[in-house]
């Protein structure tokens, strides 16, 4: 069964370095979602890409963060400067549909 | 505001008996109703879904989950759990207002005893 994968699978980083966090898709899907979960928090949306552009992100996602299909096939997440507060998962999702989310595994990003 | 709320932070059974885990959300109308399940570690794996119809859906791992618009409810059931069933479990809504994004629940930690 195909599956969403994420790479790295742990990234750790100092304050104020960039990371760009890795996705690969189910080939046939169109829509692109990134989001996080901070340790003991809920899962929370970051922003959703479709058709080659944003069509939404939340409050969270500021200037900092950035999104693009950089290959036609790998779907990236950006961090420019990480805070202390970026650690967490970073879970990459992808659907056929727009209502339809299939999950990878996640990125674990500390910063220290 | 849109929310989903899981009342219960940790719930335990005993290994054979049946589960249930509430899950409430805030929206007039009906949004699209999923649970995920996560085990340690590991990434967020979609139970089943309701998107329209039969308000009663089945999902993988014997799981099941009604939708009742009168309480504004989507709980999940297993008649009988297996200990490899101890993880923790999320309630999602999107579509309408929601978008195209998923609002999730806090979650339920769920722990089985033999």
């Known amino acids: 069964e195909p599956e969403v994968t994420q790479t790295p699978s742990h990234q750790v980083t100092q304050m104020g370095q960039e990371v760009i966090l890795r996705c690969v898709p189910i080939?046939?899907?169109?829509?692109f979602y990134w989001y996080r979960q901070i340790l003991g928090q809920k899962v929370e949306f970051l922003v959703s890409f479709y058709n080659n552009e944003i069509s939404e992100k939340s409050e969270i996602f500021d200037d900092q963060f950035s999104v693009e299909r950089p290959d036609g096939s790998n779907f990236t997440l950006k961090i420019r400067s990480t805070k202390l507060e970026d650690s967490a998962m970073y879970f990459c999702?992808?659907?056929?549909?727009?209502?339809?989310?299939?999950f990878g595994p996640g990125t674990r990003l500390t910063v220290t | 505001a849109q929310s989903v709320t899981q009342p219960d932070i940790h719930i335990t059974v005993s290994e054979g008996a049946s589960l249930e885990l509430r899950c409430n959300y805030s929206y007039g109308a009906t949004p699209y109703l999923f649970w995920y399940v996560q085990s340690p570690g590991q990434g967020l794996q979609l139970l089943l879904k309701y998107f329209s119809g039969d308000t009663l859906v089945q999902g993988i791992k014997g799981f099941e989950a009604e939708f009742k618009r009168s309480q504004s409810s989507f709980n999940l059931r297993k008649p009988s759990v297996h200990w490899s069933d101890a993880a923790e479990y999320f309630c999602?809504?999107?579509?309408?207002?929601?978008?195209?994004?998923?609002?999730f629940g806090a979650g339920t930690i769920l722990r089985v005893k033999s």
């Open positions: 999702a992808t659907g056929q549909e727009y209502y339809e989310q299939y």
């Open positions: 080939s046939n899907h169109l829509y």
């Open positions: 999602a809504v999107g579509g309408g207002e929601y978008g195209n994004k998923l609002v």
